[in-house]
């Protein structure tokens, strides 16, 4: 089955720099790929996605990029705020389209 | 709009016991996926179901079991419960037949097996 890997599980940044948030996965035939964000306490919510026919998307501070033969993918937030401050999971879709495999989550802190 | 409702939100049951948990999905979302979230293992797909039909289930042994019903309502029950079922269960619910959608999450059921 699909295995997802995610790197760092930790990311310590000062405000207003950026944080990149790496993951791979294991099975070529996977074609969505979306990025949640846990606050502490709430439910995982989706910040951003991209599908396998697309090489980068952005959504404000926010872009994802995606190497389909390198089978990697990475979340990108630029002029981090504390807010910002939560764990982001990775994940992709098997290719039947009715599961996700996360990633082991990054605990991101931005330090005002 | 609701958002995904899950009851009970807090448990507390002792080994050996079973649990329903239950998960009310977004008005018109005909796709539910439970997941098991836990500090060591992260999130783990537990099983999906669609229109009625489990369509995928994750490895887990046969103790975890699941339904949805025809209002796409669906249920979660885990029997023979064990120290180590002790974690948060996230149900979500999808417009889509097929993944590329938002997937919307519930608050999750968090259980403690003692």
């Known amino acids: 089955g699909e295995n997802v890997e995610q790197h760092p599980s930790t990311l310590s940044v000062q405000e207003g720099d950026s944080a990149v948030i790496k993951c791979t996965y294991s099975?070529?035939?996977?074609?969505?790929f979306p990025w949640y964000k846990q606050e502490l306490g709430k439910r995982p919510q989706l910040i951003i996605d991209i599908r396998s026919n697309v090489g980068e998307k952005k959504d404000q501070r926010i872009a994802v990029t995606l190497n389909k033969t390198a089978k990697h993918f990475s979340l990108h937030i630029t002029e981090t705020q504390p807010e910002d401050s939560a764990v982001y999971f990775c994940a992709a879709s098997n290719p039947a389209g009715n599961m996700l495999t996360f990633g082991g989550g990054t605990r991101l802190m931005v330090k005002p | 709009k609701a958002g995904v409702t899950q009851t009970p939100r807090y448990l507390i049951k002792t080994r050996g016991q079973q649990v329903t948990l239950s998960c009310s999905p977004i008005s018109g979302h005909r796709s539910v996926s439970w997941y098991q979230q836990t500090p060591g293992q992260g999130l783990q797909f537990l099983f999906e179901?669609?229109?009625?039909?489990?369509?995928n289930k994750g490895n887990f042994p046969g103790r975890f079991s699941g339904r949805q019903f025809s209002n796409s309502r669906s249920e979660m029950n885990v029997s023979t419960l064990e120290l180590g079922d002790s974690a948060l269960y996230l149900c979500a619910s999808s417009l889509n037949k097929f993944l590329g959608g938002e997937l919307f999450f519930g608050e999750g059921s968090r259980l403690t097996v003692l």
């Open positions: 179901y669609f229109s009625e039909t489990q369509r």
């Open positions: 099975d070529s035939a996977s074609n969505y």
